[in-house]
Each structure stands twice: as structure tokens, then as C-alpha cells.
Nanobody, 121 residues
Framework: QLQLVESGGGLVQPGGSLRLSCSASGVTLVDYAIGWFRQAPGKEREGVSC????????NYADSMKGRFTISRDNAKRTVYLQMNSLKPEDTAVYYCAARSYYCRRSEYDYWGQGTQVTVSS
């Protein structure tokens, strides 16, 4: 069974950068699209970005375009989320999730435990 573990979160100043990693164990990642989501206190979970199993289809939420970059390394069973120009409103717990092949807004079958990102001076 696929298991996902996020890492790379932490405290960063506004304008700074972080790279989150989503590492898989149990099975290969090649058949899975990976989505990143986030949830801030008191807010609903929102989609951040997604990369299809092939890596050819990538999408971002509007507020992340130009600041965040998603990528994958199937040999390392890892998907990355490079986050630049971070803002206080990016503060949230970030989760990665997997579903078969194609990105969708919902219906993800596997979830990680999340990693905290705090943007503050």
C-alpha cells in the first residue's frame, strides 16, 4: 500500500523559500498523480498544485502561480514543491496526496500526515 510522508516545512520569513518533499514508500509512484493541498487554521483545505503520473500535466492554484513549482523524481519516489516569495497567508499545514494517473480536485486515495509551514517575521 502506498504511504506518503511530507517533509521540509518550517518557519521562514516573508519573501523566503522552502522546498517541501513528498516521499513514497510501499509502491512505486509512477502510476500516481500527486497533489499538494494546504489547510490553514479555521479555513477549509485548498488545492495548491498537482502533477500527473507522467509529469506532463501540472496545475497550480491561481495564488501560487509564479511562486510555487512542483516536480517529481520517480526514481527517488519523491515529489517536490518549491515555494518562493512566501507570504504570511501561505502559513498552513501542507499535505501531499496520491490518486491514479490524473490530477483532479478531489478523490485522492492516499494522504500524508502533513508538514507545517509558517511564514512570519
Amino acid at each position: 500500500q502506498l504511504q506518503l510522508v511530507e517533509s521540509g516545512g518550517g518557519l521562514v520569513q516573508p519573501g523566503g523559500s522552502l522546498r517541501l518533499s513528498c516521499s513514497a514508500s510501499g509502491v512505486t509512484l509512477v502510476d500516481y498523480a500527486i497533489g499538494w493541498f494546504r489547510q490553514a487554521p479555521g479555513k477549509e483545505r485548498e488545492g495548491v498544485s498537482c502533477i500527473s503520473s507522467s509529469g506532463y500535466n501540472i496545475n497550480y492554484a491561481d495564488s501560487m502561480k509564479g511562486r510555487f513549482t512542483i516536480s517529481r523524481d520517480n526514481a527517488k519516489r519523491t515529489v517536490y514543491l518549491q515555494m518562493n516569495s512566501l507570504k504570511p497567508e501561505d502559513t498552513a499545514v501542507y499535505y501531499c496526496a496520491a490518486r491514479s494517473y490524473y490530477c483532479r480536485r478531489s478523490e485522492y486515495d492516499y494522504w500524508g500526515q502533513g508538514t507545517q509551514v509558517t511564514v512570519s517575521s
